[in-house]
């Protein structure tokens, strides 16, 4: 078996320091913040074994510059960038369901999973949706609670609040939360 070689950029974001990792043919591989390093590098492992080596890389990718683009408010930049990932069939699916949550909006776990034809599996949903090595781009931050509640997300709550304000659906859904938390 041949050594894999992904490359490395560190990008500067509101929410702090993100490492990108891109393949050979310039797709996105795993983004996630700089303290989330060991998440990261644990799905790296588990998604492409041993037999790899991460480099810096020698210039800026397309995903860094949409990615950018997406923080400074074009939420769409990063729609169609190419991403390519490893996991389960099931899983594959998830984060494919997932890159089709338009930025604004959210949605429950238990309606991803309709979505998706597993309507009992929402558990699953959920456990893929946590092995997801894309943030942002594989948007997994728009996935909620059946309450609207903000669930765990591997970068932070934090993180996943800020991402819901800034595509602009979070601040109807933690109004809702609240008048919900009165009755």
Known sequence: MTMQTFFVEHLETPTGKMRLVTDDERRLRAADWEDCDSRMRELIRRYYGADLQ???ASRRSEAARALSAYFDGHLDAIVGLPTASNGTAFQLSVWAALRRI?????LSYGALAARIGRPKAVRAVGLANGANPIAIVVPCHRVIGADASLTGYGGGLHRKRWLLVHEGGGRALFDEARQEARR
């Not at 338009?102 to 959210?106: E, I, S, Y």
């Open 54 to 56: 991460l480099r810096e």
């Open 102 to 106: 338009p930025a604004g909006q959210t």
